[in-house]
């Protein structure tokens, strides 16, 4: 099993966070490190051995689900304590492994109750951090404003509006706030939402009689980071509600980042009163990237396996995927799937090969959900209502999980969309789809022919 890539390490620690509450993760599992797999084992390292023996004690199966459903039913997951453990991309020697099972199974007795940390709870991703996030022409001064707000929240620019098209870098930039003002302000405390969550929330508040709870939840925030605010358009009942929440938190000099796909005043459906609030503060836009700034994206990207990847493939792939940086991802994605799968070496005519529905892109127009549901249905031989439908048996159910990658590669969607889109169903299954679709790129042929040829035929249509 090769070195751990960067969006499987993600998929994994989704997939483990969606499973937990946010104490178990913030206080435990989000501390985990590690990137390789030594002899069919995924190496994690903690923070101390108490950190370990408390994991392990508590959580190794929430760890091994995931790491199953991420990398494969047969990897073992290991943990070591940060300062015994040697984590590089080098498959450490057998020893190595022998001692992660010695902390394996001496854990069994370990009982300790849990720090009592009071960590706010909020929904941040740990890779859309400030470090991570490359600053060009086009977003350094949506960049600039978000760091001084979380330096200073609720001082500079309150709402800061963030706004601009699919896939360059808002949601990043929201969740990099939180980050950054987490390490600054320890006692902060951060809330990230989708504006759909939040609209969700409400209802659910409501059926189940505990608007209190909601109220407070938002209310309480130091910093509120919500994303997507282009969902409120049209939804009436949140209006009122979310019109008092800014209240609220404005009169308190509470910091608000929000993020959206329009300038405010382009969603023409929120009333006015709400419409002028976003434009009290700061606006600020984030354009499509300068091709100097999508290679040094690339390059940050391909950080962990330098040499891999020569400069003009990264310059091909720049100068090919224009205007989404969630698209130049995927390019990377499928190049490294490829290689694994075939031993080849990475070099200009094979990205060009791998990738050459790119260079057809640029003239085709926007790809619906439902575009690649009619494909994948025609593809792998099923009908469209089986695709979404009820049962599970293993051709169709590998039809499906494919849709679901495409979509999620492809298009915009979010997971819990991706799953009402498929069928009703979780956002897990969504999660776990794509992790297994990643995983079957890099060692089934078939797969990998399946989801390339759907893949150039969606973008010619
Ligand atoms: P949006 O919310 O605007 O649709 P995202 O924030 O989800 O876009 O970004 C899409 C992907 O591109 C994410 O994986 C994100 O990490 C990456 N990305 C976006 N902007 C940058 C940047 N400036 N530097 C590095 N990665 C970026
Ligand atoms: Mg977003």
Known sequence: MPQVTVSDWDLFRDTIRSKVDDVVWQNWLSALE?????????????????????????????????AHSVFGNEVAVGLIASQHASISPVPPTPDSASSIESILTNSTNAHRPPPTTT??????????????????KSNRFAHAAAMA?????????????????????????????????LELHPKCVVRYVTSENFFNEFIDGIRRKR????????????????????????????????FHTFNSLYESNKQMVLGSDRHPRNLSSLEDRLRSRF????????????????????????????????????????????????????????????TTL???????????????????????????????????????????????????????????QIGMYLCRELTTLSLPRIGVLFGGRDHTTVIYAVGKVKRLLETDPNVFKTVSELSQDLRRT
């Open 34 to 66: 590690g990137d390789v797999v030594v002899s069919g084992t995924l190496l994690l390292t903690a923070p101390s051995e108490f950190h370990v023996r408390w994991v392990v004690d508590k959580h190794l199966d929430v760890i091994q689900q995931s």
């Open 119 to 136: 960590q706010p709870s909020s929904k941040l991703l740990a890779r859309y951090n400030f470090d991570q996030f490359v600053v060009g």
């Open 149 to 181: 707000v979380a330096e200073q929240p609720g001082v500079h620019y309150n709402p800061l509006f963030i706004y601009g098209g699919a896939g360059l870098g808002k949601t990043h930039l929201l969740h990099a706030v939180g980050h950054h003002s």
């Open 211 to 242: 608007m209190d709870e909601f109220k407070s939840r938002y209310r309480l925030a130091d910093i509120l980071l919500l994303d997507d605010v282009q969902f409120f358009e049209g939804k009436e009942q949140i209006l009122e509600e979310f």
């Open 279 to 338: 434009e009290w503060g700061l606006l600020t836009d984030i354009q499509p990237p300068d091709v100097e700034t999508r290679i040094a994206i690339l390059r940050k990207n391909t950080d962990r396996v330098r040499g891999q990847f020569p400069e003009d493939v990264l310059e091909f792939i720049a100068q090919n995927v224009v205007d989404n940086i969630r698209e130049l991802e995927g390019a990377l994605t499928r190049v490294t799937a490829y």
């Open 342 to 400: 075939t031993k080849e070496v990475i070099d200009l005519p094979m990205a060009r090969e791998v990738l050459s529905d790119l260079v057809l892109s640029s003239t085709s127009g926007p790809l619906t959900p439902e575009d690649i549901l009619r494909s994948t249905a025609a593809q792998c031989g099923f009908t469209t209502e089986e695709l979404v439908g009820p049962s599970r048996r293993a051709p169709l159910a590998q039809a499906r």
